[in-house]
């Protein structure tokens, strides 16, 4: 699987504790890590800051060495950044199930969480040695982070943990809350969403969204996906650009922390690393949703089409939440 991720601005020290690692320190993020590498992922030692009351980055510390002493030992670590998730692949190796490559993602730290471009901070280990493996990413929403970092090893990595901290983009509740009633001024379009990748690849979603004349922020939307119906007061009120009856980038973030979903907006388009993803870090219109652990699970594509007049008011009514059987 290929990765069509931007590779820049690798920062490569070494750095002292300042204090032994305790596994009662609650309020830390990982910012950096000591690996240990050669064909495969030796060793993985974690590298903390503790986050401050004031929301800046306080204290290093040293984490616990997972793994063996094989290989040649490099530490990433880039003061003000911190650790945001993981691109890696697992394969065989000598008969067992190794992490065969890892590629530690990072992003500057503000008082308000990660901010700004991720970086990827190189690729360690050869998957080429590997005949067959598999790719992974783990990396959340924006203003998530990496709080702990639990692996399982002996003299070789075999698997790694994350737990997640920070706040997910708060959904902006819209002006029109309650506002689910049929208005046959608005013209109405249809959203319709195939799944392409991720746990719920080949699920369909669909939703109707409906806007006044001449305005680019809708009055209602109503929209199905994986068993539930979410309306504005599920969502972020959405936008879009409308043009000679045609609508495009719809734009809206819904749904509960861990049943986080949108429509080109709420994710950072770099996060999406698959091969059959590639058209979202190109630019193209997109469909993401989380894990329930609160990373990137999967996308899908987006279509639109306008509701001819006469059968505004029927379709409407077969999109509404009560109507479960349609859906």
């Known amino acids: 699987m290929k990765f069509r991720y ?14 032994a690692f305790a596994q009662e320190t609650q309020n830390k993020v990982l910012a ?29 510390i040293n984490g616990q060495k997972y793994g063996g002493n094989g290989g040649s030992t490099t530490t990433i670590y880039r003061d003000g950044f911190v650790v945001v998730g993981f691109i890696y692949q697992r394969g065989e190796w000598m008969g067992e ?14 008082k308000d969480g990660p901010k700004g471009d991720r970086i990827i901070a190189g690729q360690f280990g050869m998957i080429d040695k ?12 924006e203003g998530l982070y990496v709080s702990d970092l639990q692996v399982v090893a002996d003299d070789f990595v075999s698997n790694i943990s994350i737990s997640f901290g920070g706040e997910l983009p708060k959904v902006v509740e819209a002006p029109t809350l309650e506002n689910l009633k049929y208005d046959s001024k608005d013209d109405y379009y249809i959203v319709d969403i195939q799944i ?29 996906y994986d068993g539930g119906c979410y309306t504005m007061k599920d969502m972020s009120q959405p936008t879009a650009t409308i043009e000679n009856n045609s609508l495009r980038n719809l734009i809206f973030v819904g749904g509960p ?31 993401g949703y989380l894990d329930p652990s609160t990373y990137v699970d999967g996308a899908g ?5 306008k509701v001819k007049n006469r059968e505004k008011s029927i379709i409407f009514k077969e999109y509404s939440c009560s109507n479960r059987k349609a859906w």
């Open 6 to 19: 931007i590779f820049s601005l690798l920062f490569i020290a070494v750095i002292s504790s300042t204090s």
């Open 97 to 110: 199930e190794r992490i065969a490559g890892l590629q530690p993602v990072l992003q500057q730290w503000t």
């Open 257 to 287: 922390n861990d049943h986080r979903f949108g429509v080109n907006g709420g994710f950072n388009r770099k996060q999406f690393g698959r091969e059959i993803e590639s058209f979202i870090p190109n630019g193209e219109e997109y469909f």
């Open 130 to 141: 590997i005949r067959s493996y598999e790719s992974d990413i783990n990396t959340p929403l």
């Open 196 to 224: 392409i990748s991720g746990t719920k690849s080949g699920q369909l979603a669909s939703g109707i969204v409906s806007f006044a004349k001449d305005q680019t922020t809708a009055n209602r939307i109503i929209f199905h």
């Open 301 to 305: 594509n987006v279509k639109y089409r």
């Open 32 to 60: 950096g890590l000591t690996i240990r590498h050669g064909d495969i992922i030796d060793a993985i030692q974690p590298i903390y800051r503790t986050i401050n009351d004031d929301k800046s980055l306080g204290e290093i």
